[in-house]
């Protein structure tokens, strides 16, 4: 019977998580759609999530290019394949990988960082004086990380794309002598539509990253210890939905 | 001249999970004058404050404030609502990523279209209330605890809100910093020309600036009256709170 009441208890725990992730995106979007939006507040969050994490996407882009190159490039040589070890790489990079490795490396800083400042905002009651205050913690805190993460996120992956196909490039040239001119005209076989897609995939992960490190910084109880947990929570969540979805996206945009 | 009611909790229960805080409390709180409310550690003292400005909606009863059963709100409307009432809390609960100037511009930026310098004008004004001019670029963690709480008044009664309610405004205090605080809350219901609730279990400043006393004791209030009222009361609960003793029918431990 114990088996039973714990199922149906994680099973109500669980829409209720959906339930209240839901809300608080419909509140943020009720704000959004009356442009309630603070502009400074939403400039200085793209800064902290966005710019601040433009050194760790690079880092991951370049070897993530680079290990794609590196195991691309000595076999198309042997099987007089090398015509396409650039499309190879720029394909993987513009459709799953830059989209989505750039979204789980966000979701490990800035989720992280939006889960544990909302979650010691509530324990020290920064948010229920918002509340006292007459203002809305959603329209104050959320909606400008929504927007900053929305906006920054696709041009992060952008970025992080570039860097990726300089990174595939090198290698491919260090480890099977594919000249720079051969791999990008290789390359330049990924369509626009292709970029614009994977790029469409980032907006969704933006809004899981922040949805999920709001929601989760919003139901931290418990002082310091309660802080972490959520923190952990929502680059878990994170991480796991960005999976979900990338899978569910790319089966949608680019056909099953 | 008869007593105004501007508040009242009306057979109020509440409670957290298994926890009763509130049962059957009712509790009038009358215009123009302060009003304590006393009780143990514990014993939902702070939530009759947060059932006042709408933080907390009671299981059953009835929270009436400015003519309006709050309790029927939604909270769209009690985000506007809360706009009439200050708040300030236990721990001030500053936003430590803004300066003191910030914070306290905070409600006027957001619910008023004040110029820049008329706004710098009504911070500094409101801090000089509070006995805390100069402080307007210092963030809240450069200020001792008695500086953080004058800084959370101000921003309490920037707005000149009619009712404000004061959590435990003198916790942890020392004797010097408790009685300037009890005096600025005097000060800034005089210059409010309004009510206060205050929430303490602090007998000496309560003594020193309560118009009326209300013992919270199991969730219910126990005696309600004038400071001098509640100190002749024959309630053996009453006494044994008022004189800290642990002989009584209050339970220690």
Redesign the interface.
């Known amino acids: 019977m114990r088996i039973f009441e714990d199922a149906g208890r994680e099973t109500i725990g669980f829409f209720e998580y959906v339930g209240g992730v839901a809300e608080l995106l419909g509140d943020a979007t009720h704000f959004i759609g009356r442009f309630a939006v603070r502009g400074k507040e939403t400039f200085d969050q793209a800064y902290l999530l966005g710019v601040n994490s433009w050194t760790i996407v690079l880092l991951t882009a370049l070897f993530t290019g680079a290990v794609i190159s590196l195991e691309s490039a000595v076999q198309a040589v042997r099987y007089g394949f090398s015509a396409f070890v650039g499309s190879a790489v720029a394909y993987g990079t513009v459709r799953e990988l830059g989209p989505m490795l750039t979204a789980v490396v966000v979701a490990g800083r800035a989720g992280a960082a939006i889960a544990a400042e909302l979650g010691s905002m509530v324990v020290t009651e920064q948010v229920e004086a918002l509340e006292a205050l007459g203002l809305s913690p959603t329209r104050m805190l959320v909606v400008p990380r929504l927007i900053a993460l929305v906006i920054m996120l696709p041009l992060l992956t952008i970025f992080a794309e570039i860097v990726a196909i300089i990174g595939g490039m090198w290698v491919a040239y260090g480890t099977a002598h594919i000249p720079f001119d051969s791999f990008l005209d290789s390359a330049r076989q990924v369509e626009f539509l292709d970029v614009i897609k994977g790029l469409g995939k980032t907006v969704v992960f933006a809004i899981i990253i922040v949805m999920i490190g709001t929601y989760q910084g919003f139901r931290t109880t418990g002082g310091a210890a309660g802080v972490g947990k959520s923190t952990t929570s929502a680059v878990v969540t994170a991480i796991i939905l960005i999976f979900l979805f990338n899978f569910m996206l790319s089966f949608v945009l680019f056909g099953g | 001249m008869a007593k105004r009611l501007l508040a009242k909790l009306e057979d109020v229960s509440l409670s957290f999970g298994e926890k009763i805080v509130l049962q059957h409390c009712t509790l009038e709180i009358i215009e123009d004058a302060i009003t304590c409310v006393i009780g143990l550690s514990g014993a939902g003292k702070s939530t009759i404050l947060r059932l006042l400005?709408g933080?907390r909606k009671p299981d059953s009863g009835r929270v009436i404030v400015h003519d309006v059963d709050i309790s029927t709100l939604s909270p769209?409307d009690l985000?506007?609502?809360?706009?009439s009432?200050g708040?300030s809390?236990?721990?001030a609960?500053?936003?430590?990523s803004l300066t003191i100037f910030e914070n306290i511009a905070?409600?006027l930026r957001?619910?008023t279209r004040l110029k820049e310098d008329e706004i710098r004008t009504q911070v500094h004004s409101a801090l000089e209330g509070v006995g805390l001019a100069g402080v307007e670029d210092r963030m809240p963690a450069e200020l001792s605890g008695g500086m953080i709480k004058r800084a959370g008044f101000a921003?309490a009664i920037i707005t000149s809100p009619k009712l404000v309610l004061y959590d435990e405004p003198t916790t942890g205090l020392d004797p010097i910093i408790t009685h300037l605080l009890t005096e600025t809350i005097i000060r800034l219901r005089e210059r409010l020309k309004g009510t206060a609730v205050v929430v303490s279990h602090d007998l000496e400043s309560i003594y020193h600036m309560a118009d009326y006393v209300a013992m919270l004791f199991e969730g219910a209030i126990i005696a309600y009256g004038t400071v001098g009222e509640l100190r002749k009361s024959y309630n053996p609960i009453v006494q044994q709170f008022l004189q800290g003793s642990e002989v009584g029918p209050i339970p220690v431990g």
Do not use: K
């Open positions: 400005n933080l769209r985000i506007d609502f809360r706009r009432i708040f809390f236990q721990f609960a500053l936003f430590d905070l409600p957001e619910h921003r």
